[in-house]
């Protein structure tokens, strides 16, 4: 049975390919097709909310450094890899 999702649900019709839908029903289990397709679609409204923030900064303030978020998400890495003991986190990259 699917778990109790927060918010007001609307029925809707909605039409896929048969090999995806197929796909879903293989992954989606005991959560059911619903729900699965429920947090897809919010994962989708997510990235297009970042790209939409990540274009206005840019706007803004200019495209975004690669070196620099490189150098961040290293820093970022070892910081994790150090709180959790790995020896890997600073080597790996």
Avoid: F, N
């Amino acid at each position: 049975m699917d778990k109790q999702r927060p918010g007001k649900t609307q029925v809707t019709s909605v039409s896929l390919r048969a090999e995806t839908l197929e796909a879903i029903r293989a992954r989606a289990g005991k959560q059911g097709v619903s729900s699965y397709i429920e947090e897809a679609v919010q994962r989708q409204l997510q990235r297009e909310a970042i790209d939409e923030y990540i274009a206005a900064a840019e706007a803004e303030h200019g495209p975004v450094d690669a070196a620099e978020v490189a150098a961040r998400a290293e820093r970022i890495r070892a910081h994790h890899a150090a709180h959790r003991g790995d020896a890997t986190g600073a080597d790996a990259a």
